[in-house]
């Protein structure tokens, strides 16, 4: 029973939840120790401002933009739009010169982070009911592991550049491997999942009926209502 669950929707759905928990472990645990040593005049007031806008993002994205976005958009293409922006976001951290800069990022990441709601609506739709638990499981430990292994690979990555790039002219350059691993999961929820329609748009029942809109369907009409059609 177990084999038949490993659908190829769930089998490229764990891929990409590996690169997208990858990218978004390593930059959890490394982005207030890339900040602070690139920014030296980052102290303790600019470190409790970046986790105050951090977790203004987070409530604004799961509060306001999420609801609104799964409404208009579906659950896939508001993965996809996250991982764009996820990909933008990297790219300012990548290349900040300032920390206005960084401050401006976090209004990026507003759609970046309703991605691991998405992911979990994902792995619970790709199973039957009776398996929804396997799969969030499978979830779960697709992130346990990246929580471990992304922060080292990372870490290693940045510190070895920053010793190569001595005049620090481009600190963030590492940032591009998270870049190309958010960049490799978007390309596969292009090419793998599929793309459900958004929700309709629902009626009220004592609503007045759309009008004709054409002249076959006001004949129709008037046809229905003994009219014979119109006269002309």
Aim: charged share 10%; net charge negative; hydrophobic share 50%.
């Amino acid at each position: 029973a177990s084999v038949s669950v490993w659908t190829r929707e769930l089998v490229v759905l764990v891929g990409i939840a590996l690169l997208i928990n990858f990218t978004s472990s390593g930059r959890g645990s490394l982005l207030i120790l890339y900040i602070t040593n690139r920014f030296h005049e980052c102290t303790e007031g600019c470190i409790s401002l970046i986790f105050t806008l951090l977790s203004l993002s987070f409530g604004v994205s799961s509060l306001l933009y999420l609801p609104v976005a799964i409404r208009v958009m579906g659950t896939e293409r508001t993965m996809m739009v996250g991982l764009v922006f996820s990909s933008a976001c990297l790219v300012c951290y990548c290349t900040a010169t300032s920390l206005d800069l960084i401050f401006v990022t976090f209004i990026l990441e507003v759609p970046a982070l309703a991605i691991q709601s998405c992911l979990t609506a994902l792995f619970t739709e790709a199973v039957p009911k009776d398996r929804v638990g396997f799969a969030t499981g499978i979830l779960t430990a697709t992130r346990t592991f990246t929580q471990v292994v992304a922060p080292v690979f990372f870490a290693v990555i940045l510190t070895e550049w920053l010793r190569y790039d001595e005049s620090h002219a481009f600190p963030g350059l590492p940032w591009l491997c998270a870049l190309f691993f958010d960049v490799l999961a978007l390309l596969l929820c292009l090419c793998y999942v599929p793309t459900a329609a958004p929700l309709p748009i629902t009626r009220s029942p004592d609503a007045a009926p759309h009008a004709p809109t054409s002249a076959a369907a006001a004949d129709e009409v008037c046809r229905e209502a003994g009219g014979g059609g119109r006269g002309l």
